[in-house]
């Protein structure tokens, strides 16, 4: 009985290594700011921050650096989001970051020193302003 259960772990074991999933390869992007704007998490109509945590949202034009056949949903004009203190993006400045599925690390270079590593997530494959996005 033993070796018939060790059999079947071993079985499961071969047939989960052979269709594994394999990960999802990061690909390099250049990322072009076409506008950016903040909102305040937990703001009340007033305006006033309740927890004071900002939200970044940037929309952006991205696609890939050493694959120009790569396909991005809607031209790659996305809303994306981050919840990290950044610095000022520049209006028409090009980035270069790294995308993997639905996350974006984005490089912004900084006065002294090396690139500071920003995440982002997709929003939505679409461009959007501040009065499309639901209260944080």
Known sequence: MRTVLNLAVAALVAVSTVYALPAKPKTAVSVKIDDSFTRLKGASNLGFAVGGTEVSFVNVTISAVN??????????????????????????????????GNFLELEIPQAKGKPKHVDFSVYDHKWHNQGDLPQL
């Open 67 to 100: 694959d120009p056949t790569a396909v991005f949903n809607n031209n790659g004009q996305w809303c994306l989001r981050s919840e990290e203190a950044i610095v000022q993006l520049v209006k028409g400045g090009q980035y270069h970051g790294m995308w993997d």
